[in-house]
């Protein structure tokens, strides 16, 4: 049953006054056994809990607890914080259950803690082997663990489905759900419902074809997979997907086939609707970038870049929609689906809301997935000039194909809006995101043959600074509008915004407090979480973490007190971001608040050493060409131009800077493997780790020279 506007509200009201009245009943009599889909289905009956992703069936990431107002917020304060053993990158929404928060951190790992004191009950490693953090562009996050029928599920980055005891946290059933020799991995969190688990996974910038797989939930039995890009057409996959791609999809792909090409992950966004028993897909870029070389110029290219609904069941299809055909530019819609009953035109619709990286609003028909408006939602769009109703796509711009010249676009590679958490209120009517406008990218299309090597994020284009042929990309246009980045809060009705507050911030919460909660990062460390007003925007609030919050916060309540909960610590796609003052690196942690809260959170992380003091001098050629094999393979994790975030080494600072041999040791032959540090003896040319020395080296001795 769907409920209105004002029925959510007063439902809200009413449970949050019975929380108010008696405790929420503890983990001792109601387990996660019995987490089900009519619990979740009811679960603005208890909001107490946050029993799925994005808190709910229809991803709203909404809050009916209503305890912490604007009015009273100032009273807001730590009420504990849990450390997590990894620096590396935290991205993870947490799952509450009657007292006991669920979560996954780096690595994979998953944590069970007390929701009231956050004393940990339980830990589990997955062990994922550190050389697969080679296999993705942005660190080895995971986004989260799916609680259902008295289990807890994690995906592990190594492609690994897993099932945990909800008690004990031990294993009850494992399965592999990708090609380990594939350059595949999993970010996402699972989702559930219908009695299955299912899960996307990731590595477009690698190549390969993308697929959610659904498996039983309690035997880990594989029901169905669906393919997003074809495959060989002579060898049908034997998927749910096999019909469908030999009707409609393949015909869209020209060229030959090969085992590279493809793309669509679904790393993000998957939404069950258990009202249509639909499954909803969020697919990635294609592979490589340019269609160019994809698909010789030509096709949508089905179906990257798009929506995809399939039986929830069967895995069958039933519809697409595909936001970006031809998709050339990095622009992902794999950020996060929102399903709600809108009034439109005076008429009661079933929709599907999104913000994909492109910048355009998508409001969808989800029962049949047909347009029903898309607007852009950031200024200044250059890589289309609308999105045409009568065809339901793009009106693409000259050039934005780069098949002969360099052009610069808007959104850049980054997008109006990535993977970071969305949030709707039933309460507004609004739906509130994080924003980018005007910031750009130059697309530089290669000249000589595409080439791929396995193991490499060969895109198929001149990328960051990798130029070519070509000049330099010349300075930002001084007369451009300058780059904006804000809290957007949008009104899918009337395609508008109601408000923006500038920022630049993570995901987002939003309350029946009338209160929208996001996570900051000051300078790529540490943290801030702040509240706003979810009606105009007006911050009311703000206290520091020692950590960066990238992932979206959520709320629950114990002993009829509520609680504002993320995960917190730096990493994922900042990894490559330089702050203005190296820091220690950190463990990442849960940072939970409540209304006269008096734990004291963590100081902020001690500053690093200096550089190191280079030794040696090296011919000038030589450290060019380490710049060049830098960027090549270096950068991504290391910074460009050297300019680490640290929270991966910064490597200017390593000791093994004025150490050939280990340095050689370390980059051709992985003795720091287990890290993640992969060899790269085959993948890049002998002596090249010589070569990338002596750039490092020279740039370290810059830094250091006053």
Not at 124 to 129: H, K, L, S, T, Y
Not at 595 to 606: F, I, M, N, R, T
Not at 646 to 659: M, Q, Y
């Amino acid at each position: 049953m769907r409920y209105s506007t004002l029925s959510l509200a007063v439902i809200a009201c009413l449970a949050l006054t019975a929380c108010g009245k008696r405790d929420a009943a503890p983990a001792s009599t109601r387990t996660p056994a019995q987490v089900d889909d009519a619990r979740i289905a009811n679960a603005a009956s208890e909001p107490q809990n946050w029993l799925v992703h994005g808190g709910d069936y229809q991803a709203q990431r909404f809050s009916g607890l209503d305890q912490i107002t604007p009015e009273n917020i100032g009273e807001l304060k730590p009420a504990w914080s849990m450390d997590f053993d990894t620096t590396r990158g935290q991205e993870a929404t947490p799952i509450v259950v009657d007292g006991v928060v669920y979560v996954s951190t780096a690595w994979s790992k998953v944590y069970a803690a007390d929701a009231k004191t956050g004393r940990q009950l339980w830990q589990f490693d997955p062990q994922v082997p550190g050389p697969v953090a080679a296999k993705n562009c942005c660190d080895v996050v995971s986004r989260g663990v799916a609680v259902y029928l008295g289990k807890v599920y994690i995906a592990t980055y190594d492609g690994r489905l897993i099932a945990l005891d909800a008690a004990t946290g031990q294993p009850v059933w494992t399965t592999q759900t990708v090609d380990t020799e594939g350059m595949y991995t999993i970010s996402g969190a699972p989702r559930v419902g219908g009695g299955l688990v299912y899960i996307g996974n990731g590595g477009g910038e690698f190549g390969g074809r993308g697929y959610v797989s659904a498996y039983d939930a309690q035997t880990g039995q594989m029901a169905w997979r669906f393919y997003i890009t074809p495959g060989d057409p002579a060898k049908p996959d034997g998927a749910a997907s096999d019909a469908i791609m030999a009707s409609l999809v393949q015909p869209t792909w020209f060229g030959p086939h090969n085992d590279y090409r493809g793309g669509g992950m679904v790393w993000n966004a998957i939404v069950y609707d258990a009202e249509f028993d639909q499954l909803y897909m969020a697919t990635g870029n294609g592979y490589p970038w340019p269609r160019l070389i994809r698909s010789e110029g030509k096709g949508d290219n089905l179906f990257i870049s798009a929506i995809v609904a399939v039986d929830a069941k069967t895995g069958a299809y039933r519809w697409h929609y595909q936001e970006t055909p031809g998709e050339s530019w990095d622009y992902d819609s794999t950020g996060d689906m929102v399903l709600a009953d809108l009034t439109l035109n005076g008429q009661p619709r079933k929709a599907l809301m999104h913000t994909p990286k492109n910048g355009f609003f998508y409001v969808l028909d989800r029962q049949d997935g047909k347009l029903i408006s898309a607007e852009p939602y950031v200024p200044g769009i250059t890589w289309a000039t609308r999105v045409d109703m009568a065809t339901g796509r793009p009106v693409i711009a000259d050039n934005a194909y780069y098949t002969d010249k360099p052009v610069t676009l808007s959104p850049g590679e980054s997008g109006a809006h990535g993977w970071q958490p969305t949030a709707f209120s039933p309460n507004t009517g609004l739906l509130y995101l994080q924003a980018n406008a005007h910031a750009t990218s130059r697309f530089i299309p290669r000249r000589e043959e595409f080439e791929y090597v396995k193991g490499m994020d060969k895109l198929g284009l001149h990328h960051f600074a990798q130029h070519g042929p070509y000049e330099e990309p010349p300075q930002r246009d001084p007369n451009a509008p300058a780059v904006e980045s804000y809290l957007l809060a949008w009104n899918p009705v009337t395609q508008q915004a109601a408000w923006k507050t500038p920022g630049s911030g993570g995901g987002v919460l939003a309350t029946a407090g009338g209160l929208v909660f996001q996570g900051y990062s000051r300078d790529v460390y540490m943290g801030e979480l702040r509240a706003y007003r979810a009606d105009n925007g007006a911050e009311v609030w703000k206290h520091d973490t020692p950590n960066a919050i990238i992932t979206g916060p959520i709320s629950y309540a114990v002993d009829g007190e509520q609680y504002i909960l993320a995960a917190s610590g730096a990493g994922g796609g900042g990894i490559i971001s330089a702050p203005k003052v190296m820091r220690l690196p950190q463990v990442g942690r849960l940072v939970a608040f409540k209304l006269g809260g008096s734990a004291q959170l963590p100081a902020d992380p001690p500053l690093a050493g200096p550089v190191v003091q280079v030794t040696q001098r090296f011919p000038a050629d030589v450290v060019a060409q380490g710049a060049q094999l830098y960027l090549d393979t270096c950068a991504r994790c290391h910074g460009i131009g050297t300019r680490a975030s640290g929270i991966l080494p910064d490597l200017k600072r390593s000791a093994t800077l004025n150490d050939a041999a280990t340095w050689r040791a370390i980059v051709e032959d992985g003795t720091l493997a287990s890290r993640g540090m992969i060899a790269w003896k085959g993948l890049i040319p002998d002596n090249s780790a010589e070569m990338i020395r002596a750039y490092v080296a020279e740039q370290a001795r810059a830094e250091a020279t006053p």
